[in-house]
């Protein structure tokens, strides 16, 4: 009678306990929201200013100054310029020229900031 016991107690226990296991909420979320998916994809950054120099597959943008202080005003300082790589990728709205304004969306790539779409106004 023992061996009749115990040979349905033993499945009954183990469906008992394989059920507890699976109601147990999952220790890690699929979901966006913890930054898995997020740090994969290459983040996009935008920036504006004057065309200060331009050459095959790159160009140079002095960014615009904002002047929301009036400290700031006073203060010489030197122009913030940044570099961007263009590839057969990048979209371009008008022709690349020293001297005009431009509106760049870009992503940064192994430390260079390439071009993702370029917005020229003269």
């Given at each position: 009678m023992k061996?009749?016991t115990?040979?349905?107690f033993?499945?009954l226990?183990?469906l008992?306990?394989?059920s507890?296991v ?7 979320s ?5 930054g898995s998916?997020?740090?994969?994809a290459p983040?996009?950054?935008?920036a504006?200013?004057?065309i200060?120099s ?5 160009f140079?943008?002095t960014l615009a ?7 700031q ?6 122009p913030?310029t940044?570099n961007f ?5 990048t979209?371009?709205d008008?022709?690349?020229q020293?001297g ?10 192994g430390?260079?900031?390439v071009a993702i779409?370029v917005r020229?106004?003269?």
């Amino acid at each position: 009678m023992k061996n009749v016991t115990r040979l349905l107690f033993s499945p009954l226990a183990s469906l008992v306990v394989a059920s507890a296991v699976w109601a147990l909420p999952p220790t890690h979320s699929a979901s966006p929201k913890n930054g898995s998916a997020e740090q994969t994809a290459p983040q996009t950054q935008s920036a504006s200013g004057k065309i200060a120099s331009v050459d095959k597959n790159s160009f140079t943008l002095t960014l615009a100054t904002s002047t929301s202080n009036s400290a700031q005003q006073f203060q010489q300082s030197a122009p913030k310029t940044m570099n961007f790589t263009v590839d057969k990728n990048t979209a371009i709205d008008g022709k690349l020229q020293v001297g005009a304004n431009a509106d760049v969306t870009y992503r940064e790539d192994g430390g260079k900031n390439v071009a993702i779409s370029v917005r020229v106004t003269p």
